[in-house]
């Protein structure tokens, strides 16, 4: 069983990064701490990211280049949010449940700066960051992104 987990893993990062047109090294892990609750996008119980969890004001950084979509907590469940997208790579990534956000819609970033902080906002049962990658309008599993 665990073989065949594996295989359907390596299978997922290859599908992944050949379909997407983007490379693993592309995108920056947005928080530390720990993976909790992983991709599952069409299950009976979706979950459109990956939520990562530590604690209390844990910085977070932009994944990627680009510009601030969206920045507040108008969207129902994910709280405080931000939402980053890259025009040109055709790659966008939202941030939920934050405590602070740091940036404003409309602000162009660089790769790896502090956008915000982690929190509970929104529907969240603990402190954690919920992240989700979108490329070229489908929601892909952050995962194949990023080989921490």
């Given at each position: 069983?665990?073989y065949q987990?594996l295989?359907?893993?390596?299978f997922?990062?290859?599908?992944?990064?050949?379909?997407?047109?983007?490379?693993?090294?592309?995108?920056?892990w947005p928080?530390?701490?720990r993976?909790?609750?992983?991709?599952?996008?069409?299950?009976?119980?979706?979950?459109?990211?990956v939520?990562?969890?530590?604690?209390?004001?844990?910085?977070?950084?932009s994944?990627?280049e680009g510009?601030?979509?969206y920045?507040?907590?108008?969207?129902?469940?994910?709280?405080?949010?931000?939402?980053?997208?890259?025009?040109?790579?055709?790659?966008?990534?939202?941030?939920?449940?934050?405590?602070?956000?740091?940036?404003?819609?409309?602000?162009?970033?660089?790769?790896g700066?502090?956008?915000?902080?982690?929190?509970?906002?929104?529907?969240?049962?603990?402190?954690?960051?919920?992240?989700e990658?979108?490329?070229?309008?489908?929601?892909?599993?952050?995962?194949?992104?990023?080989?921490?």
């Amino acid at each position: 069983m665990y073989y065949q987990y594996l295989i359907y893993c390596l299978f997922l990062v290859f599908l992944g990064c050949q379909s997407s047109g983007i490379e693993s090294s592309e995108l920056f892990w947005p928080a530390a701490g720990r993976v909790t609750q992983a991709f599952r996008p069409s299950t009976n119980k979706a979950h459109k990211g990956v939520d990562i969890a530590s604690s209390l004001g844990t910085k977070i950084y932009s994944a990627h280049e680009g510009r601030v979509v969206y920045a507040g907590q108008g969207f129902s469940g994910y709280g405080k949010m931000i939402l980053l997208e890259n025009k040109k790579r055709q790659v966008r990534t939202l941030y939920g449940h934050l405590s602070k956000i740091h940036v404003s819609a409309g602000q162009h970033l660089a790769k790896g700066i502090v956008i915000g902080e982690m929190g509970q906002t929104g529907r969240a049962s603990g402190v954690h960051l919920h992240y989700e990658v979108l490329v070229k309008n489908n929601l892909v599993d952050p995962l194949i992104f990023h080989k921490n």
